[in-house]
Structure formats: C-alpha cells, structure tokens
C-alpha cells in the first residue's frame, strides 16, 4: 500500500484495499487522498471500497474537507440500502403483528395460521417423552406359523438351544 502511494499508483492502492476488506486499510487511504488533494481518487476510493467504508466516516471526510460532491454518490447508494433495510424490517414487523392477532383471535392452543405449528408454550416440552405411545407398526406375519416375520430368527435360535440335536 505504501509503495503505491509513493509511486503514485493510486489504483493498485484502491484495488488493494478494496480485496483487504478492512476499514483500517481503507479509511487511511482516504485520508491521504483528502490530504493530497485528489477529489477523483478519493470518490474511486468510496466506490471501490463501499462494503468497508463506514458512511460516518466518509461524510465526515467529505464535509470537513468540501469534497461533498464527490462523495454523494457513495452517501446516496448508503442511504438506499439503509433505507431498504428497515423497510424489510417493517414489513416483518406487520406480518408478526397480524400473525399474533389471528393466534389470539383463535385461542392458545389453536395452530398458528401462518407456519401451520402449534404455539410453544414451554411447560409442553416439560414432559417426559413417557407420555408418547407411538402406534405399533404393522408386522409381516408367517401364514404357517402365525407368528411375525421380525421375530422369526429369534424363535428359531430359541428353538435351537432347546433342541441341540433335533430331538425331543
């Protein structure tokens, strides 16, 4: 980074700290670029290292430094996504809203409408698991016998021990 700036090439330096992803590296370059004078390669410096370049300091930079029209375009695409982002978590807000007003609507035990589930209420999972019988399966049965196929093998080795050699 420090030999790019000295060499005066300032796109390796960007390119540099845009693949850093480190507010560390970037800002510092912005405040060279404030400090040298380079309007271009500053508002180069917010576009290629938007993802690490924290709007606070940026617009501070700017401002200080009436470099503000080079850096609204950054300040703008910040305010956009921001923007996008408590809009989604509105909308979110308003579906949990009407979710919890159809759960009381129809009583504490009734199925959420939205995911289908039960409401958790805690004490339920309380209870030992004894409390489930799942039903039996249903068993291939031997028509000679009548006794299931599962168990077969293990009434003929019974069998067997009784009878070591076949006799009675």
Not at 2 to 15: G, H, P
Not at 48 to 70: I, M
Not at 130 to 146: E, H, K, N, R, S
């Amino acid at each position: 980074m420090e030999l790019s700036k000295r060499d005066k090439l300032y796109r390796d330096a960007i390119e540099t700290a845009a693949e850093s992803r480190k507010a560390d590296v970037a800002e510092p370059l912005l405040e060279f670029f404030v400090a040298q004078g380079l309007k271009e390669a500053f508002a180069a410096a917010l576009y290629a290292c938007y993802e690490v370049v924290r709007p606070d300091v940026a617009l501070e930079l700017a401002w200080r430094n009436k470099l503000l029209d080079f850096a609204f375009p950054f300040l703008i695409q910040v305010l956009r996504e921001y923007t996008g982002k408590v809009d989604t978590l509105h909308r979110e807000l308003e579906k949990r809203k009407e979710a919890d007003g159809k759960r009381q609507e129809h009583g504490a035990f009734h199925p959420d409408s939205v995911t289908g589930a039960m409401p958790d209420h805690g004490f339920i999972q309380a209870l030992p698991a004894l409390t489930y019988y799942p039903a039996a399966p249903q068993m291939a049965v031997d028509p000679m016998t009548g006794v299931p196929l599962a168990m077969a093998p293990a009434m003929m080795q019974q069998q067997q021990q009784q009878q070591p050699y076949g006799f009675q």
